[in-house]
T-cell receptor, first 113, second 116 residues
Framework: NAGVTQTPKFQVLKTGQSMTLQCAQDMNHNSMYWYRQDPGMGLRLIYYSASEGTTDKGEVPNGYNVSRLNKREFSLRLESAAPSQTSVYFC????????????FGNGTRLTVT | DQQVKQNSPSLSVQEGRISILNCDYTNSMFDYFLWYKKYPAEGPTFLISISSIKDKNEDGRFTVFLNKSAKHLSLHIVPSQPGDSAVYFCAASPLYSGGGADGLTFGKGTHLIIQP
């Protein structure tokens, strides 16, 4: 039972480079989310998708774009990476019904030099 | 403005004793509260939740208490075991606002260390 799968696990980018973080879930969940976690900070929401075909900004969306490719997949793109985007990125999904908890992937550790 | 506060960055407890992790919130619209546990190099996993219609929810060794008037919740782990060593995040949201987690606000986490 894979749950939420993120790729890659680690990535190093130079300032200005672009990349896409991939996320897929096999739980037939409607809602998917991208968070970042920085030292001494909680988890902050970047973007979310309440259902296939919709995406919305979260708390910290600047510098990112997302695509909800289908019900299973939700990708996060950095068009021009900056050192401030060095972080651990977590994808999550939920059933979307009232109070259903988030299921997280194991994260992507991104370093931008 | 930090709406969910976990004021203890770390907590050390002896194995077998009770661990108490605290969380305070400022937004009176919050009605639903969750605790997540996170091991290094893994994603957070859901542990236990409570809605504002209750003041206590229990699941095995884990109990969450909610004091709405004080805007305070706590997670009790009894007895503490070595495998409980992890970072614990408190999270809060308006209850059932469409069911999505877009309204979920996380605290900064408390690193619990269980000493043998």
């Amino acid at each position: 039972n894979a749950g939420v799968t993120q790729t890659p696990k680690f990535q190093v980018l130079k300032t200005g480079q672009s990349m896409t973080l991939q996320c897929a879930q096999d739980m037939n969940h409607n809602s998917m989310y991208w968070y970042r976690q920085d030292p001494g900070m909680g988890l902050r929401l970047i973007y979310y998708s309440a259902s296939e075909g919709t995406t919305d900004k979260g708390e910290v969306p600047n510098g990112y774009n997302v695509s909800r490719l289908n019900k299973r997949e939700f990708s996060l793109r950095l068009e021009s990476a900056a050192p401030s985007q060095t972080s651990v990125y977590f994808c999550a999904s939920s059933g979307g019904t009232g109070g259903s908890p988030l299921h997280f992937g194991n994260g992507t550790r991104l370093t931008v030099t | 403005d930090q709406q969910v506060k976990q004021n203890s960055p770390s907590l050390s407890v002896q194995e077998g004793r009770i661990s108490i992790l605290n969380c305070d919130y400022t937004n009176s619209m919050f009605d639903y509260f969750l605790w997540y546990k996170k091991y290094p190099a893994e994603g957070p996993t859901f542990l236990i939740s409570i809605s504002s219609i209750k003041d206590k929810n229990e699941d095995g060794r884990f109990t969450v208490f909610l004091n709405k008037s004080a805007k305070h919740l706590s997670l009790h782990i009894v007895p503490s075991q070595p495998g409980d060593s992890a970072v614990y995040f408190c999270a809060a949201s308006p209850l059932y606002s469409g069911g999505g987690a877009d309204g979920l606000t996380f605290g900064k986490g408390t690193h619990l260390i269980i000493q043998p």
